[in-house]
């Protein structure tokens, strides 16, 4: 069984592979490339304009507004770009301080089956995406 992405195996330096079953290294490793997408800004990838998300901080609306057009981007760039997950939806948590946080949900493909998942992402004022699992 594989583990990681084709770029993770290939990045491997020799060290063992992960512990724990298919689905824990399945999930850590769209954890991984979702915190790399979700760091990564609108217009830095030459090669698909479309391929990261708009500056957050240059939304001029109002924060409900703001926190629907994220939401909305998020959703569409995760659906074109992972295709691992199928139906997500990103629902915004509560805030702490200047930090914005998103719950993703959706359905992981493992096997031929599709199992439910939550994925957390925190985006803080740097512009870095730290996600987690749960």
Do not use: W
């Amino acid at each position: 069984m594989s583990y990681g992405s084709l770029f993770e195996r290939l990045a491997d330096t020799g060290a063992a592979q992960p512990q724990g079953s298919p689905a824990d290294a399945l999930s850590a490793s769209v954890a991984a490339h979702l915190a790399k997408m979700l760091s990564t800004r609108a217009g830095c990838v030459s090669l698909h304009a479309d391929y990261g998300l708009p500056d957050l901080n240059d939304l001029r609306l109002s924060l409900h507004d703001s926190l629907q057009r994220a939401r909305l981007a998020i959703e569409g760039f995760v659906a074109a770009y992972e295709p691992r997950l199928s139906a997500v939806k990103v629902l915004p948590l509560p805030r702490e301080g200047t930090t914005l946080t998103f719950a993703l949900e959706g359905q992981l493909e493992l096997q031929g089956q599709r199992r439910p998942i939550r994925f957390t992402a925190s985006l803080d004022g740097s512009g870095q995406v730290k996600v987690s699992q749960g």
